[in-house]
């Protein structure tokens, strides 16, 4: 008979308390499936019976969690120790990596910020200087007419205007690209009948079974009066 996927080595001169305790479940399980046939408990012979059976099932129970939780304790323990050695250093957000990382991120974000204002204010003022003289070279080209000199000096200014567009572009590529920064978008709850309205249709289940649960341990608690719910009393074994 196969009690575990894994067990440990055997010694069979003195074979482990669990082999025992399965053992005794192994056959109080059989017996309760012939019992648990599918027919209704006819005498009280029966009924003792029966509970007795129950009542041993649940002592065993308990003796096996107990060889259970013994037999794992100084695993428990091996790994409550790695767990404490690692601690300090890599526990999320409290560990040294995490706390320094922060800190330094923090650092960053404030130089990378200021460095991105100073990058989109220059775009901004390029775009100001580039739309200023495109719209000068383009005055300047519709008084030239007739005036070849003047037509020569507005193409010049127009070329120039155009190489000024072309730098306020590539401003304009400073500041959104390769900021070190990244677009993290965020929700903030400024309506909750709104947003109670949008979710729950489509999370009406995980909703309900929210409310059930907090329904199910305030009836537990005493609560005898809950709107939308009916608290009633039910006998079990």
């Known amino acids: 008979m196969t009690h575990a996927i894994i067990d440990p080595p055997r010694d069979h001169n003195n074979p482990p308390a669990y082999l025992q305790v399965f053992d005794e479940i192994d056959d109080l ?3 309760a499936r012939d019992f648990a046939d599918g027919e209704p408990i006819e005498t009280e012979a029966m009924h003792d019976t029966i509970s ?14 107990e ?10 323990e091996q790994v409550d120790a790695i767990q404490k050695r690692y601690n300090p250093y890599i526990q999320p957000k409290k560990g040294k990596v995490d706390l320094a990382k922060a800190a330094l991120a923090d650092l960053l974000a404030a130089w990378r ?5 100073e990058q989109q204010e220059a775009a901004r003022l390029a775009r100001i200087e580039a739309d200023r003289i495109a719209a000068e070279a383009q005055a300047a080209i519709r008084a030239t007419s007739g005036n070849l ?4 000096e507005a193409e010049e200014l127009l070329a120039h205007a155009k190489d000024v567009e072309r730098q306020a572009r590539r401003a304009d590529k400073a500041a959104t690209t390769g900021t070190g920064l990244r677009t993290v978008w965020r ?15 489509l999370y009406r289940e995980q909703f309900l ?14 609560v005898r009066a809950i709107p939308g719910f009916r608290v009633y009393d039910e006998k079990v074994v």
């Open 29 to 31: 399980f059989d017996t």
């Open 52 to 65: 007795s059976l129950r009542d041993q099932m649940h002592e065993l129970g308990k003796r096996a969690d």
């Open 67 to 76: 060889l259970r939780v013994e037999e794992k304790k100084p695993l428990d």
């Open 113 to 117: 910020k200021r460095v991105l204002a």
């Open 149 to 152: 000199e003047a037509r020569v």
């Open 187 to 201: 929700a903030e709850l400024t309506d909750e009948a709104a947003a109670l309205d949008h979710y729950y249709p």
């Open 209 to 222: 079974g929210l409310v059930r649960g907090y329904a199910e341990a305030d009836a537990r608690g005493g």
